[in-house]
């Protein structure tokens, strides 16, 4: 309990005070294992190591007073014992005596000995401890402030990416324009807050612009080039789709962005004369289904922004009443399964034509439905896009 008190005290500054009762308790132990033990009392040396070795792990300082008043204590109760000042008497074992001041000296000898060691040991082990414990301190207090850091930069990432993702909404078309004798449909799923896809549906006086485009990689990079690429085409006269193509591509090499390319599709049609004009510039080509048959029409060309000077022939269909147009990226034929199938373009294609009974506007769901079936709720690895239009009769 003396022990207990003391440490309570030097918890709270009061130090030397803490030392009075552990002298006390040395004291009172020290008589009491002399008289019911002897001079050799393996109580003794089995007292003072416990002591030693508890008062270490505590304070330094107040552990050597302990273990050197220990000693002392027993130096000094073994010399009264053995000079006739204190009775010999052993409760423990009656018959044997006191000692005489040889085995005195040995046991105080090897008792010293073993409280040096026991001491020298627990406090090396302390410091161990104490080293491994600051440097374990410093390693969360290091991970907790790093951790905040990135909690900070993730929400400076997470507003970035959420201001890029609406500046990239904002190139997309906000409605699908209503056309006299046309329909429209168009699905947008971008695999990231922010996209590489793009699309656009516009009408300008008698022709109405289609195009699809697909920036390679995902992220703000990709959205960054597909924000120039759209805004290239702003100036541009369109209703050439081939002489468009051929002009942002130029744009684009002389801005340098290597490592980076687009694939893109772009089509004319004339409401007058029922034609789709397009260009592709390495982008898959329009599917055209005309009474359950289905059609892929072929287009040239090399992605945009890797090599200058390059030309995108045009080719021209023309469309009957009843024909359904669809322009898509690739994200959709490659949406794989969990067992790492793709989609493909066969079954896509089968899709289209086997859905004339479907609204064109109820296409995209259709084939959100089928992939997500298909790939059991697995994630995309790719934008899905796609564009679809409808002729319904004569236009007006």
């Given at each position: 309990m003396a022990l207990i008190e003391t440490e309570v005290l030097i918890e709270k500054n009061h130090r030397w005070s803490g030392y009075i009762p552990?002298?006390?308790?040395?004291?009172v132990t020290t008589m009491a294992l002399l008289l019911t033990g002897g001079l050799g009392s393996p109580l003794m040396a089995g007292y003072f190591t416990l002591t030693a070795i508890g008062t270490t792990i505590q304070d330094r300082m107040y552990a050597l007073y302990v273990a050197i008043s220990s000693f002392l204590h027993y130096v000094v109760a073994s010399a009264l014992v053995l000079g006739g000042w204190l009775p010999t008497v052993n409760i423990l074992r009656p018959d044997v005596g006191a000692g005489n001041w040889f085995e005195f000296g040995i046991f105080a000898f090897l008792v010293g000995i073993g409280l040096a060691s026991v001491h020298s040991v627990c406090w090396n082990f302390v410091k161990r401890n104490e080293v491994l414990l600051h440097k374990s301190q410093k390693l969360l207090e290091t991970v907790a402030s790093q951790e905040g850091e990135l909690r900070i930069r993730n929400s400076i990432i997470e507003k970035d990416l959420d201001l890029a993702r609406n500046i990239h909404v904002r190139l997309l078309p906000e409605t699908l324009p209503s056309i006299p004798g046309l329909e429209f449909a168009s699905l947008y799923v971008p695999l990231d807050k922010v996209g590489g896809d793009l699309y656009e549906i516009r009408q300008d006086g008698r022709y109405v612009?289609?195009?699809?485009?697909?920036?390679?990689?995902?992220?703000?990079?990709?959205?960054?080039?597909?924000?120039?690429?759209?805004?290239?085409?702003?100036r541009l006269d369109r209703r050439n789709p081939g002489s468009c193509l051929a002009a942002v591509n130029e744009v684009l090499v002389s801005r340098s962005f290597r490592?980076?390319?687009?694939?893109?599709?772009?089509?004319?049609?004339?409401?007058?004369?029922?034609?789709?004009?397009?260009?592709?510039?390495?982008?898959?080509?329009?599917?055209?289904v005309r009474d359950g048959n289905l059609t892929e029409l072929q287009a040239g060309g090399k992605p945009i922004g890797i090599i200058p000077g390059l030309e995108y022939p045009e080719t021209t269909v023309t469309l009957l009443p009843g024909d359904r147009l669809f322009l898509f990226t690739d994200g959709i034929v490659e949406y794989r399964s969990t067992e790492g199938d793709l989609f493909g373009e066969e079954r896509f294609f089968n899709l289209l034509r086997q859905n004339p009974q479907q609204s064109i506007s109820d296409?995209?769901?259709?084939?959100?439905?089928?992939?997500?079936?298909?790939?059991?709720?697995?994630?995309?690895?790719?934008?899905?896009?796609m564009v679809a239009m409808e002729i319904g009769g004569p236009t007006q």
């Open positions: 552990a002298t006390l308790d040395l004291t612009e289609l195009m699809v485009a697909d920036v390679s990689g995902h992220g703000v990079s990709s959205a960054f080039l597909a924000t120039i690429f759209r805004i290239s085409m702003e490592g980076f390319f687009l694939t893109a599709l772009l089509g004319i049609f004339d409401r007058e004369e029922n034609t789709f004009r397009f260009a592709s510039a390495g982008h898959p080509g329009p599917v055209l296409i995209p769901a259709v084939l959100m439905s089928a992939l997500r079936s298909f790939g059991q709720d697995h994630s995309a690895e790719d934008d899905i896009t």
